[in-house]
């Protein structure tokens, strides 16, 4: 598919892009004395049918689950190649993928769980989970299904469901980006195969696990050394962090490295990866043409979606600014 194909789309985005939130709405929104006056800011953006009951109902959830889900059915309709969509909205077919085996694992009703964004439906998802076989669903999906169905019959242990699917995801996920052929967003995928690892690995680190548990929930789809990743792991935290400094992600381990206790923090590493990813979605949506500014606009929309629940979350719960300062991700619009 040539660039200049997504020519009228990246002029649509464009102007989508003018009505994302800028800073000063979020700042403004965290200096309200009140979560109704932070609210009440939303009047001048997207998001004004919503204030007054959101304000009742204090159900921003739903009202930021539905603006995602617009914006998704919107980019699925309007790209000249709907792999592109799929392999931004892929996280949230997997994550449907995993409340469905829950469902069946449980023989429970976890329905309110399930996000509706994602090429195939939920219903197509459950019957290629119940039948083993799909006429709809691309390869990648049915072998994901099939081997967390066979470890399920083997182990019976519902662990199996989120470490076999997060693995699948990135396989999957490269697998859509060799087949869309952009050099860069094959580097995202192998960028965001780091994150995902070196996030994981500290976490598992800390919880003391062993080499083989560490082994079975990394990925090779990165560009790290999963196997001196897995060795350093399983070896304590000092030593991962050891290794992690030698290698091209030394800054983000120095910036991530808690003062107090001279620790990386995990969570701190998840903050700084999500905001140099936003940083390379800022210079994606300079070209002209291409596909890259499809996904930089979701990206956005992603962040403002995840900063305002955590601006409206602080603000009903009555946390301070500063806090909630520092818990928001990069925004996208300035």
Known sequence: MKDNDYGSLNVTIRAQENKLLKQGHFDRMIAA???????????????????????????????????????????????????????????????????LFK?????????????????????????????????????????????VKAQLEESKQAYAIDVILDRHYFDHLKSLADRLGIEDIINLVKQEADYFNISTAIRASKQ??????????????????????VSSAGLGLSELERYLRTSSYRSLIESATDSDNNEV????????????????????????????PTIAYIHAKEVEVTNLRLVLAGKENGIDADTIRERMRLNYGQ
């Open 265 to 292: 923090s995990a969570i701190k590493v998840d903050q700084l990866t999500d905001d140099a990813y936003m940083k390379k979605m800022r210079e994606a949506k300079l070209q002209a043409f291409g596909p890259l």
């Open 208 to 229: 003391g696990h062993n080499r083989n548990f560490i082994d079975g929930i990394l990925t090779e789809v990165g560009y790290l050394d999963k196997e001196k990743l």
């Open 103 to 147: 469902e069946e694992f449980a023989d429970q009703d976890f329905s309110d769980l399930y996000i509706n964004i994602g090429r195939f439906s939920i219903q197509s998802l459950r019957r290629a989970i119940k039948e083993g076989q799909s006429d709809l669903l691309p390869e990648e999906y049915l072998q994901s299904i099939s081997e």
């Open 33 to 99: 004395e009140s979560y109704d006056d932070a609210v009440n800011i939303l009047r001048e953006t997207v998001y004004r049918n919503d204030v007054d009951d959101i304000k009742e109902s204090r159900d921003y959830d739903l009202m930021l689950t539905h603006e995602l889900e617009r914006v998704y059915q919107e980019m699925f309709t309007s790209t000249p190649n709907p792999e592109l969509v799929e392999y931004a909205a892929l996280r949230y077919t997997y994550h449907n993928l995993k409340v």
